[in-house]
């Protein structure tokens, strides 16, 4: 989907979600984000995001899921290329984040990329992403939290 | 089901060719199949045609290049994995007794740069996630982290794929290059360089498919047969199983296990192997996925030379994607194209096993599913 189709009337100095539809309240700038997914209800399985039908056992029925804001890095990489069209400025990582027993969601650091270790507790948080006509375009990102990155810098 | 055979294959070269149309490109790589087969194309009865940038109808006029006979020409779409997915129909067709003969083709023209794999204005675009070498440099990252593995064994992969494409006129680069020259280009995504990235490219490649039985009506002197294959589309993993995270050779694993079934054969009888080394890493991956190697010793096995042409497990002996080039219509038929020199002894500097190799394997990955094909001379 596009951010023109999220949104009917957009005007000038509006904050707005990315993809609404990925946040289980009103995401709020600076706030952790909470992210709506699916639980299938016959295998357990947890998706992000939300979907029809259990990709894993393929049943119906699947429930809303509260996921976040806090995950694991399971791996990361540092991007060093611009990619057209994107709104990140290189270099910045992307994580895929274990959340809880699942799933893992894929999204990006863009401080303190630098000190990202596999394992790492992260965050997910609420942030502008995007400036575009005016109007401000928010999604979750991941944040090293703060302790931890102090606690890794001292430790090295 | 009847055995199949390929009587033939053609290509024409990979590289930058801005003057060329994609009729001039697919036309020459036709007609190096059809004379390498013996058959000509007024006996051709369907072809099959692997392309993915090309526009509506994209595959009558390139095949319609040879002459209209009214034969069905189906385009076919499996993104990277286009051409052995269009193979993949040509030996269904042949085997199961519908047609005796078919043409398969795969054919692309790319801009320069990094591919687009989503819309300019998707999600995965805006928050800079659509990057295909992340994709495997993810992966690298976490290998290195579960395995014995350093930076210079994924970089070791391209320094064997440039020195086989420096044997091979077909290849879009043609020259060798140091590991330092790999460990020092432009760092795209950590741990993967510019060097060890495949480029975009213009180029084409075909092969001609026969039934056994009809085999012997044409001129063709040798030939290799269609042994095994599979094709998947990704099958869902759930998250509880395996360790979390592990470099995912599932997939791989899961598709090898029924080719090789399907052939009768084991991972140990494989005597030359073309995977998809989109990025150096790849080539990792896909030996551990197709049990080649013990997963976690692929990247040793690369270090110490077991896949160079040479080695015990000769790998991507045409320079593969990184340096053959990867025109991602094109990519899945070029693999059979080597498979056929490969085991017909016709391999000239980048022949592997003294011109005695039995058995070939390709794995042909693609954004929507990958195919697995196994021959034998």
Redesign the interface.
């Known amino acids: 989907?596009?951010?023109?189709e999220i949104v009917e009337k957009p005007g000038a100095g509006e904050v707005i979600a990315?993809?609404a539809e990925m946040f289980s309240e009103t995401p709020e700038p600076g706030q952790p984000a909470r992210l709506l997914g699916s639980e299938c209800p016959a295998?357990g399985?947890?998706f992000f995001p939300r979907r029809k039908y259990c990709?894993?056992c393929t049943g119906g029925g699947l429930r809303d899921v509260i996921l976040g804001p806090g995950g694991k890095v399971?791996?990361?990489?540092?991007?060093?290329?611009q990619?057209?069209?994107?709104?990140?400025v290189?270099p910045?990582a992307?994580v895929?984040v274990?959340l809880g027993?699942?799933?893992?969601v894929?999204?990006?650091v863009r401080e303190g990329y630098e000190s990202l270790t596999?394992g790492q507790a992260v965050v997910l948080m609420v942030e502008p992403?995007?400036e575009e006509d005016g109007r401000t375009?928010v999604?979750f990102v991941a944040r090293v939290e703060p302790n931890q990155q102090a606690g890794l810098r001292e430790g090295k | 089901m009847r055995d199949v055979l390929v009587l033939g294959a053609g290509l024409h070269r990979f590289g930058r060719f801005p003057d060329k149309s994609l009729q001039d490109l697919g036309r020459e790589a036709i007609e190096n199949a059809l004379a390498d087969s013996g058959v000509p194309f007024k006996e051709i009865e369907v072809a099959y045609v692997g392309r993915v940038l090309a526009g509506m109808g994209a595959g009558l006029n390139v095949v319609s290049e040879m002459g209209r006979t009214g034969i069905p020409v189906i385009n076919i779409e499996m993104a990277c994995a286009s051409s052995t997915s269009a193979f993949r129909e040509a030996y269904l067709a042949i085997a199961s007794g519908i047609y005796d003969t078919a043409l398969v083709v795969g054919f692309e023209k790319m801009q320069r740069g990094l591919i687009q794999i989503s819309d300019q204005k998707s999600y995965q675009t805006v928050m800079g996630l659509a990057v295909m070498p992340a994709a495997y440099a993810l992966q690298a990252q976490r290998y290195m982290a579960d395995h014995e593995a350093t930076p210079e064994m994924f970089a070791q992969v391209s320094v064997k794929s440039h020195r086989n494409g420096a044997a091979n006129p077909y290849a879009q680069y043609q020259s060798a290059v140091t590991l330092e020259e790999v460990m020092s280009s432009r760092m795209i995504a950590d741990p993967v360089t510019l060097l060890q990235c495949s480029p975009t490219t213009d180029g084409a490649a075909a092969v001609v498919l026969c039934a056994a039985s009809r085999a012997a009506h044409y001129s063709a002197k040798r030939s290799i047969r269609v042994a095994g294959w599979a094709t998947g589309s990704g099958r869902y993993q759930p998250q509880g199983e395996g360790d979390e995270g592990e470099a995912d050779t599932g997939e791989i694993g899961r598709l090898a296990s029924l080719a090789f079934e399907r052939a009768g054969i084991a991972p140990q009888d494989v005597d030359v192997t073309q995977v998809h080394d989109a990025f150096a890493p790849g080539e990792i991956f896909s030996i551990e996925g197709l049990g080649l190697v013990p997963v976690g010793e692929g990247a040793r096995a690369v270090w110490e030379g077991r896949t160079e042409i040479t080695g015990d497990i000769p790998v991507n002996t045409d320079g593969g994607l990184l340096s053959r080039g990867h025109p991602i219509g094109a990519t899945g038929c070029a693999m059979v194209t080597e498979v056929f020199r490969q085991l017909t002894g016709e391999a000239g500097a980048r022949q592997v096993k003294d011109g005695d190799a039995k058995v070939g394997l390709i794995q042909n990955a693609g954004i929507g599913g990958m195919n697995i094909l196994v021959f034998e001379r």
């Open positions: 989907m596009t951010k023109a990315l993809r295998c399985e947890r990709a894993a399971e791996t990361y990489t540092i991007v060093r290329q990619l057209p069209g994107s709104a990140m290189p910045y992307i895929n274990r027993k699942g799933p893992t894929q999204t990006v596999i992403v995007l375009y999604s």
